[in-house]
């Protein structure tokens, strides 16, 4: 099992939503889909890479063959999959504390949402309705949601360089070149693996680093 | 529905897996040890898989009893009714669900459209087992139901759309380039950081043409090499 890969961490949650409260839940992703300003919370939240809401009504559960015996349930269900950065906890805490209310339209009509505060009952409900990842793949695992969005900062601007200054005098070339460099000195920095964000973390590197071996 | 985002696409599969057992082992067990051998990171299949970005698999098991207190908004409505009536209480308390199948979910983000990537998945999907065995797609699926039905990559792009279900809302909150656009810019962003550090305190004159030597090197506008390779998980 490993919710993790690299700097990333997968979240998959899946929650009971009544079948006949399915609609308003559609509704707002719509709105939310059709408003982008309803999803600054999450661009804030410069730590996701992907994250998206899935609902199966009760009767959708994929069915393919006679012999695969009929889902019969009380409930439709919600199913959400994130990816981001940092550990469970800050993750889980940052919602909380940094969009409260769009988190609670999304999973108000859930049964038993206690609402992302307080805390203590919103992480007892994220943990309880978790599912483990047994395979988790991430293309640039040394990289932050943060590292892919620097790089496109630094390609384009080290493109743009090239084509404006590179056969300049060299005095002119070094004045631009210092410019360049004060202008990117946020975006700039040698990826490593994973700092320790958690215990678990580092228990995947291990595992990794052991499985090299034998 | 919101499958896409920008140029993202995210994929959700729920693959039935057969309620039979191999000895006294389910077969959803089998599958879910196979997913937990998978190797990861570049050596990981999905690493050959092409345009994928994130991606994961897991058992689902069953679905989760709602027994926790909260806050509900129906739910505390029914604490009303309850002074009257105690069928109506119990009626709002939370009920129990089981599913009759254990599902193989994948959940990927991946660039560009499903076909193209669903037929990368089929032909690349590749990696060796912990017992030193090739393997492909098949061992994965292998014991889902109606899979034995799949036999090239037309099929196993029907099944998948058969497992397939709809996100009622995707954010991609990465940039919204190709992969390997992405990888390309994480290898210059590495490189050319190395670089500025390696030369600070020089004369223009070194500076500049170690520059040029450097642009050579890096070819920041070729995205095939030099680059970073997916997966790649030591600097």
């Given amino acids: 099992m490993s919710n993790i890969a690299g700097k990333a961490y997968a979240m998959n949650v899946i929650t009971p939503i009544r079948w006949y409260m399915v609609w308003i839940n559609r509704l707002i992703f719509k709105i939310a889909l059709s408003n982008p300003s309803t999803l600054k919370g999450l661009i804030t939240l410069s730590l996701i890479h992907y994250a998206r809401w899935v609902i199966i009504p009760r009767d959708s559960f994929p069915r393919l063959d006679p012999s695969q015996p009929k889902e019969e349930l009380n409930y439709s269900y919600m199913l959400f999959f994130s990816n981001f950065n940092g550990s469970w906890d800050q993750y889980v805490d940052s919602f909380t504390f940094a969009i409260p209310s769009g988190l609670d339209l999304f999973w108000k009509w859930n049964v038993r949402y206690p609402k992302s505060v307080p805390l203590t009952p919103f992480h007892d409900y994220i943990r309880h309705n978790q599912i483990d990842t047994a395979h988790y793949y991430n293309a640039y695992p040394m990289a932050a949601s943060n590292d892919v969005k620097s790089a496109k900062i630094v390609k384009k601007a080290l493109i743009d360089f090239n084509a404006t200054s590179a056969d300049k005098a060299p005095e002119d070339f070094l004045n631009d070149y210092n410019k360049l460099l004060n202008n990117l000195q946020h975006h700039f920095g040698d990826m490593r693996p994973t700092p320790i964000v958690s215990l678990s973390a580092d228990a995947v590197r291990k595992r990794h680093l052991q499985s090299q071996i034998d | ?235």
């Fill in chain 2, 1 to 235: 529905m919101a499958t896409k985002s920008g140029n993202a696409t995210a994929l959700t599969v729920l693959s039935p897996i057969k309620n039979g057992a191999v000895d006294e082992t389910s077969y959803a067990d089998i599958t879910r040890e196979r997913c937990l051998r998978l190797p990861i990171h570049e050596n990981s299949p999905l690493s050959k898989v092409p345009n994928t970005y994130l991606a994961r698999l897991f058992i689902l098991d069953d679905v989760f009893y709602e027994s926790l207190p909260a806050n509900d908004a129906v739910f505390n409505f029914s604490d009303i009714t309850s002074l009257f009536s105690d069928s109506a209480r119990k009626k709002a308390l939370p009920r129990k669900d089981h599913l009759k199948s254990k599902y193989l979910v994948l959940s990927s983000n991946f660039y560009g459209n499903l076909e193209d990537y669903l037929v990368g998945m089929w032909e690349k999907w590749s990696y060796v087992d912990h017992e030193g065995n090739q393997r492909d797609i098949r061992h994965i699926w292998e014991h889902c139901v109606a899979f034995d039905r799949v036999t090239d990559s037309a099929s196993f792009i029907s099944y998948i759309k058969r497992c397939q279900l709809d996100a009622s809302l995707f954010f991609n909150g990465s940039t919204d380039d190709s992969l390997q656009e992405q990888l390309k810019s994480l290898y210059l962003k590495q490189e050319f950081t190395r670089f500025a550090v390696e030369h600070q305190g020089k004369s223009a004159a070194e500076i500049q043409q170690a520059f040029k030597a450097f642009i050579e090197r890096a070819q920041p506008e070729n995205l095939e090499s030099p680059t970073w390779s997916p997966g790649k998980s030591t600097p």
